[in-house]
């Protein structure tokens, strides 16, 4: 009996060293869109934090910052063949492989940042993430949320929307574009880091980015003159980690597991974070003389008639994205009794959004 016992606890140990080995030999190297002269990257380098210190002794997450490795746009073709195992990103970037990529990540006037975090976390947000991203074999991890972003930057004002017409605007998203498009503006596509000499130059004739502390960090209080706000372009934006299905299947469950607590746990400190943040680039602003311009409520009414508009469009050119947009409108639906009901101080309006029946035509 002592010898089985002996021989039992000696294949034991061996197989705790074997497992332990194991793990400790996972080192994944992560890259981001962002360069570290933006401030977005921020939140990459806050769930890389979390997941070193879940994880210790299981995996180890080297990060470089966005276009150290790889330039930022090719980071999605990095993770997706393997050459690296993993990219914070903004899903929006990707919405030329599939236009489903532009609600997960953003919108024009419709999800606040809560309403993002409920989708996600219990209207099954996250389900659908990783069936957009598992196309392309990743498994992806939402870390990062947003509010409504600035605004335009602009070198002229722009106080209603006849100001839009003709204006050459850098604007980054699918369902953006068509937005300002219709509204009589040209978009321009432009990585965050190129906005400064644009705006200096005259290239460009005004530019949204990201929150305000975000677009302090590029230097655009420098370089213009007036603030159209609010952010109706992007009511809220998302970031997280693509992952390299392969990299994530060689994880135990356990390791993979206490990614995704990480992952949850930084969505909630990028909330807080970003709104303290914004404070303080707001102030900024505010210093340097930028005047701040606000559209009326009749001008808002116009652009969410025209971005309901641009929605549909944007869910019949791809079943998937119809899909995202259905599932997002039907928790709008499922949410909006209690949200009136519990005015005013629940999560603020109720978004007049899309014909739900018009955007499951497009399922078919």
């Excluded at 009589?184 to 965050?192: D, I």
């Excluded at 706000?229 to 998302?238: A, D, F, K, Y």
């Excluded at 808002?300 to 119809?322: D, G, H, R, W």
Aim: overall charge negative.
């Amino acid at each position: 009996m002592k010898l089985k016992m002996k021989i039992g606890l000696t294949v034991l140990a061996s197989a705790l060293l074997s497992t332990t080995a194991w793990a400790q030999k996972h080192t994944w190297t992560m890259t981001s869109t962002w360069p570290s002269s933006l401030e977005l990257m921020e939140l990459d380098k806050k769930w890389v934090e979390l997941a070193n210190q879940l994880t210790a002794g299981e995996l180890k997450i080297d990060f470089h910052e966005g276009g150290s490795l790889v330039p930022s746009g090719e980071v999605f073709a990095a993770v997706e063949s393997g050459a690296i195992q993993a990219a914070g990103d903004w899903p929006g970037y990707w919405a030329g492989r599939d236009p489903a990529f532009s609600p997960l990540a953003t919108h024009s006037s419709l999800f606040n940042a809560v309403d993002y975090i409920n989708w996600l976390q219990q209207w099954g947000g996250n389900e659908l993430f990783n069936e957009v991203y598992g196309k392309f074999d990743m498994v992806y991890l939402p870390y990062g949320v947003t509010n409504n972003e600035s605004g335009f930057r602009t070198t002229q004002p722009i106080r209603t929307l006849e100001d839009l017409k003709g204006k050459r605007l850098r604007l980054s998203g699918l369902e953006q574009g068509k937005v300002l498009e219709k509204l009589g503006g040209n978009q321009v596509s432009m990585a965050g880091q190129e906005l400064y000499q644009a705006l200096e130059r005259g290239v460009i004739d005004g530019a949204e980015f990201s929150t305000p502390n975000v677009d302090v960090s590029a230097g655009l209080h420098q370089v213009t003159k007036f603030w159209s706000t609010p952010g109706w372009h992007q009511s809220s934006s998302t970031f997280g980690v693509m992952i390299n299905k392969a990299a994530w299947d060689a994880l135990t469950p356990e390791t993979q597991n206490k990614l995704k607590i990480a992952a949850d746990a930084a969505m909630l400190w990028s909330l807080s974070y970003t709104e303290k943040r914004a404070i303080d680039g707001y102030d900024t602003f505010a210093k340097a003389g930028v005047e701040i311009n606000r559209m009326d409520d009749e001008s808002l009414a116009k652009i969410q008639e025209v971005s309901n508009q641009a929605m549909i469009e944007v869910a019949c050119s791809s079943p998937l994205a119809a899909k995202v947009y259905v599932s997002q409108v039907e928790y709008l639906d499922d949410y909006k009794n209690w949200r009136e009901a519990s005015k005013p101080y629940n999560l603020g309006r109720n978004p007049n959004g899309p014909d739900l029946d018009k955007l499951k035509a497009c399922l078919k």
